[in-house]
């Protein structure tokens, strides 16, 4: 089943950053993009995950063309099917890394699964305030609240940046195994060649273009 597809993406800054952009994410599949610091990884997924509409081109994600669909409806999408992982962690700095994901689990009416928490060895440090977590804690926590939320399309930008390469691994594995049992589907941005060919897919933003290298 298709997920998303996008059509002749094209956006600038100051300048053209790429043109002629498209692409298509089957559930169960996972997209690496990969291209040097300033290619437009993130810009790319900003656009492909609603967040920025872009100069030219379409963004179809689940059958809906996401930058015509009215507010209501965009919101509700992102609320559902859509998971964020990206570097501003986006989790509330006040709270508890429980109750981050007790706010994932109120928005989507999903429940919090004990199985994410230890296999993002979160366990010991789910009752501290997201404050006082280092910052690869803290992309795990993210990772984990992304996850309750069971969106059918995973959003990554360089998620695994403040993780050994270890945890990374693990952190790879989980999201391909929630990919598998979910349906879902995942685009990642990475600058890692080896984490990104763990994707069925790898895209390169390179000269403005995106090329599919595998
Ligand atoms: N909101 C913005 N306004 C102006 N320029 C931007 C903005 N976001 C990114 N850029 C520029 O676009 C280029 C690509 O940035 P980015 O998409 O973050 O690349 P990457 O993730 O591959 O490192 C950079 O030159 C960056 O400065
Ligand atoms: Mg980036």
New binding site residues.
């Given amino acids: 089943m298709n997920l998303l597809s996008a059509t002749n993406l094209s956006h600038s800054?100051?300048?053209e950053?790429f043109s002629n952009v498209s692409l298509n994410l089957e559930s169960k599949e996972s997209i690496a993009?990969v291209?040097?610091?300033?290619?437009?990884?993130?810009?790319?997924?900003?656009i492909l995950s609603t967040l920025?509409e872009p100069n030219r081109g379409t963004v179809s994600i689940l059958e809906q063309d996401v930058y015509k669909l009215k507010t209501s409806k965009l919101a509700s999408l992102k609320r559902n099917e859509l998971g964020l992982v990206f570097q501003s962690h986006y989790l509330f700095k006040g709270f508890s890394a429980y109750e981050n994901l007790e706010v994932a689990q109120i928005l989507s009416k999903q429940k919090i699964d004990d199985n994410i928490i230890d296999k993002l060895n979160i366990k010991d440090n789910i009752e501290q305030k997201v404050t006082e977590l280092s910052g690869g804690q803290q992309q795990r926590v993210s990772i984990a609240r992304v996850l309750t939320k069971q969106p059918r399309l995973i959003f990554a930008?360089?998620p695994t940046g403040n993780l050994d390469s270890k945890t990374a691994y693990e952190v790879m594995q989980l999201f391909f195994e929630y990919i598998e049992a979910k349906d879902a589907g995942m685009i990642l941005?990475t600058?890692d060649d080896k984490l990104a060919n763990m994707c069925n897919k790898v895209y390169k933003?390179q000269n403005k273009e995106l090329i599919q290298v595998k």
């Fill in positions: 800054f100051d300048c950053l993009i291209g040097m610091s300033g290619s437009g990884k993130s810009t790319l997924l900003h920025l930008d360089e941005a600058h933003l």
